[in-house]
Structures are given as C-alpha cells and as structure tokens.
C-alpha cells in the first residue's frame, strides 16, 4: 500500500480550505509511529469566526427545512457510510490503532445512528395535553437551539462525531465538529460523506487542529448556543467554566472507572470473557472500559488464574492485521499516560501479575502489555482514576453488598456490569448501581445507539447522548396555548 499523507482541511460554508494561519498537524500510525497518516491544517481563531458566521447563516434556513426533508441527508449519510465502510474502518486502524473488526463496529455505530435519526426526522414527537379553560388548545413542540459546537475523541472517531452531529442536524440546528487532533483524516472523510448527502452550505462545518485554541474559541464565542463535548475530565472542567460565563447549553461525556462485578454464582466463562473484552477491547481506550474487576472471594483464585492464563494469550499487533486482537495505544503521550500508572501502582504496594510493560519494536509503535494489577484496595490512585489504558486491577469482595459499596465508591459513574445467575440480586444490582448504564451478564461496554447513553456524577453533567435523549439536548421544548374562545381567559382565575 503506498501510503502517502491524507491532506485534511477545515470544511466551512461548504467549501474546503486551510486555516488562516497556515497551521499544519500530523497524525501519525500508533502502530508505526514513523508513517504518517495525515497532515492536517491547524486552524485558530479566525477560522472559529468564520465557521461560526457561516454556521449562523445557513441555521437562518436551515431550521426551516422541514424535518423529514433533513432527515432525507441523514439517511444518504447512513448509505454511503455503508458505501464507505471498510474503507473507513482501514483508515481507522491505521490513523488510531484499533483492531479492524473493531474500527467496522465504529463506522456501524455511525450508520446505526444515520439510520435511527433520519427515523426521528418523521416523529420528533411532541405531546398534546387538555387546557383547564375551555376552547382552548394545548401542546409542545420542539425548537432547534442554533449553532452547536461539537468536540469529540480520537477513541471513537466515527461513532462520536456521528452520534453527536446527526441528531443535532435532524433538529434542525447547525454543526461545528472539531475532531480530535490524532483522527483528522477519519473526520475528513466523514465530511466527504456529509458534503456528498448534500446538506446547504453552511449547515456542516469542519474545523480542523488541537483543541486548546479552538476549544476554548468556540466555548467562548458569543454565536455559538451548544457546546457538546466527550473528553477528559480536566477538559471538562474547562470548557463548563467558560460557557457558565458564557450561558452556553453544555453536554458533557468524560470519564469512567468502571467495575465488573463476578459473583460466586456467575457462570465463569462468561464471566471472563466478558471481563477480557471489556478491559482490553480497544486496549482499555473506551470510557466504558472495564477498569475494576470485583471479585467474589470463593471464585477470585480461580477466576484469577484463568484470566491469566487466557490473558497471555491475547495477540497483540497492529490493527490492520486481521489476527491482532490488542491493538497499540494511540499515541507516545498515552504510552507514557499507562506506563506511569504501573509505577504508581507498583509504589502504592499494588502487584503486577501480568504485563505492566511497554513493547518495544523498531517500528516505535505504542504497543503496551495487557495489564492485571492485583492486591489493590479501593483507595489506591490505581482503583480510582481513569487509566484509558489495557489496565484492570483486581479488588476482592466478601458479600454482594460489599462489591455494590465498593462498585460505587467512585467520582465517576458510566457503565458497570455484574455477573450473577440469581435474579434477585440482578434486580437489586440494577435499582442500586449508581451509573448510567448497568449490564447484566454482560461486559460494560457495547452501548446500542437507540437507548441513552451518558453517566451519573463526574461523568457528565446531567445529559444523555444518543437514543431519545439526544433529542432533549439538541432541541428546545416550547408550550403553545392556542385560545379559540374569543374571549381573554385568565388561567387559575376565571376557572374557578
Ligand atoms: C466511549 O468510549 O466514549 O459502549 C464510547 C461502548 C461504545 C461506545 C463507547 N458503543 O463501549
């Protein structure tokens, strides 16, 4: 394959270019880190002024295209994914490491969400309710908010920016996407798709380069109304304080550390597949990765010693291989990021049982060993902040009531997952988990794009992404009053 730098431009107004300031950023193979993937232009300032105007004029139209004819793009947009598929997910891999089958599960999650939304295009239901007066009508409906402003993770680079832009369009509210800095060419090729569904200038617009500059422009800039970001928790707290200042509506998605709980009665194959794909599926790259596994004392030897064992037999390699099952890191920064967990882990008493190694190869890929970190207690750095990495410790639990305490003791409160065979206790584990998802005999991550998706605490800020709920963030209820009694009719007062 002769692989030459995919150039990525800003797309604004309907038309490609560089950014004002002439700016370039590299993304680079993690699994090669010499290849480059992608040179793409590094905008500022003035490129966020100029997709903001164009992202204001084009909603004065915009929200006035009725909401099927929207979701007609919407609906071109899950075809020629479909179209583009495999060569998205290829270039997925190679852009930010995740093993193929795994980057066409992300382009799936992208058409699954093209399709769902122009779904919503027909519905978008409001409610109708009886007046307390007489000849009189009552009703919702919803309303576009503006210009939203969209900032998404290398870690899905398909599914987020879809889940996020599509619904949004479908409201009838126009898009700014800043994609993140590693996946500049999967978002690039997502706006070929957008540009080719044939949305009106202006409605989608891309800005390319690092969120610093523009994360912040666009949380400050007057002419933005949403700002809707998935990211880390420090980012988080920055861009809330600029848009408080600024009363922007803001959906936050950051972090997790979430839990697998194995009870003595789980069915422990399944147990353990769950917990292998949950902790090193996209090598511990997902915020609903599995990053605590609470084990029953009376299965945690056994259960141990066969997590090790299949462990070990994980394939590690580059994405693109068809054979690889861990893909590497997505780039040296995150390498660096794990490898100082293991230490602080190590200082903290905890031991390593298996990995805890970077993989060096001349290629310089990001590669890190599968990691399982025993004799952690619930206090240790290692069992509550966020690693984003192949890292799973290993905390032993006595009681049910015990591992639901300890599943809980967390700022963060995303996905979480119990395996029991008794239904009694599946019930209660649902009613008390203090997270935004909880499965049953099943591993935390894997959301489907119809049901909501989001998580309690600092996790995020109340909201919900995908499913119905996406709708309650992109869009604005109104109450309409429609009297046709001819008469001024005083609520409260002349009923009485
Ligand atoms: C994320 O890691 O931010 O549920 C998203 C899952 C995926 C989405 C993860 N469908 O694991």
């Known amino acids: 394959m002769t692989n030459q730098p995919i150039s990525c431009l800003n797309y604004i107004g309907g038309k490609w270019q560089a950014s004002t300031n002439g700016g370039q950023i590299e993304s680079h193979n993690p699994a090669q880190w010499k290849e480059i993937v992608a040179i793409a232009t590094s905008s500022g300032r003035t490129d966020v002024d100029l997709a903001v105007q164009a992202a204001r004029e084009a909603y004065r139209h915009w929200r006035l295209v009725p909401a099927p004819a929207r979701a007609e793009k919407l609906f ?19 852009e930010m490491g995740k093993p193929i089958t795994e980057a066409r599960g992300d382009v799936q999650e992208g058409i699954d969400c093209a399709f769902y939304y122009a779904g919503e295009g027909r519905r978008l239901f409001g409610q109708t309710m009886p007046s307390e007066l007489s000849n009189k009508f009552a009703m919702t409906v919803r309303m576009p908010i503006g210009v939203c402003a969209l900032i998404t993770p290398w870690n899905f680079p398909v599914a ?5 832009s599509l619904p949004a369009l479908v409201c009838g509210n126009t898009i700014i996407l800043k994609p993140a800095k590693d996946t500049p060419a999967c978002a690039s090729i997502l706006f070929e798709i957008f540009a080719a569904a044939g949305f009106p200038p202006g409605v989608v617009n891309l800005l390319q380069g690092s969120g610093e500059v523009i994360g912040s422009a666009l949380a400050e800039h007057p002419g933005v109304d949403l700002l809707s970001l998935t990211g880390s928790s420090a980012t988080g707290a920055k861009v809330a304080e600029i848009c408080g200042r600024t009363h922007k509506r803001l959906c936050l998605e950051l972090g997790g550390k979430n839990a697998q709980i194995v009870m003595e009665d789980a069915n422990l194959e399944l147990a353990l597949e769950g917990a292998l794909w949950g902790a090193f599926g996209t090598t511990g790259q997902r915020c609903t990765a599995t990053s605590r596994l609470l084990l029953h004392s009376d299965i945690k030897a056994e259960f141990t010693a066969r997590l090790l064992e299949r462990t070990k037999q994980l394939k590690i390699g580059a994405g693109i291989e068809p054979s690889s099952e861990i893909g590497p890191l997505v780039n040296p920064a995150q390498l660096e990021r794990v490898k100082a967990y293991i230490d602080i882990a190590r200082n903290e008493g905890a031991q390593v049982l298996i990995g805890g190694e970077s993989i060096n190869n001349k290629e310089r890929g990001c590669f890190f060993q599968p990691t399982i970190l025993d004799g952690v207690t619930p206090t240790m750095r290692v069992a509550r902040e966020e690693i984003f990495g192949p890292v799973v410790v290993l905390i032993e639990v006595t009681s049910f009531e015990e591992a639901i305490e300890i599943l809980n003791d967390t700022s963060y409160g995303l996905s979480s997952s119990i395996y029991t ?9 649902m009613r008390d988990i203090e ?21 309690v605490k600092q996790t995020g800020n109340g909201h919900r992404e995908a499913g119905n709920a996406a709708l309650d963030v992109f869009s604005d209820w109104k109450s309409v009053y429609i009297d046709f009694s001819g008469k001024l009719q005083r609520a409260q007062i002349d009923n009485r």
């Open 421 to 429: 065979q008794d239904i009694n206790r599946a019930f209660q584990a």
């Open 435 to 455: 997270a935004g998802i909880t499965y049953i005999n099943g591993p935390t991550i894997g959301a489907e794009v119809h049901l909501p998706f989001g998580g």
């Open 160 to 164: 987020i920016p879809c889940w996020k």
């Open 76 to 94: 071109r947009v899950g075809e020629l994914l479909q179209q583009r598929k495999e060569e998205l997910a290829t270039l997925m891999s190679r």
